[in-house]
């Protein structure tokens, strides 16, 4: 039989918060994308709208 790890409540509690913050963070980080994403998205549809250019 493989060994089990015995843990107290206080190193769970620990590692339970610690997934917590880290679930936090990769909220915001994906949040970030998702907006980056989202106005990239709609600079190139004005562009697009915009049709070709010439610059200057």
Do not use: C
């Not at 980080?29 to 549809?45: E, F, G, P, V």
């Amino acid at each position: 039989m493989a060994k089990e790890e015995v843990h107290n409540v206080a190193e769970l509690t620990a590692l339970v918060e610690a997934q917590r913050k880290q679930i936090e963070k990769l909220e915001k980080q994906l949040k970030y994308s998702q907006d980056k994403n989202l106005a990239l998205n709609t600079l190139i549809d004005v562009i697009e709208e915009q049709g070709p250019q010439r610059i200057m």
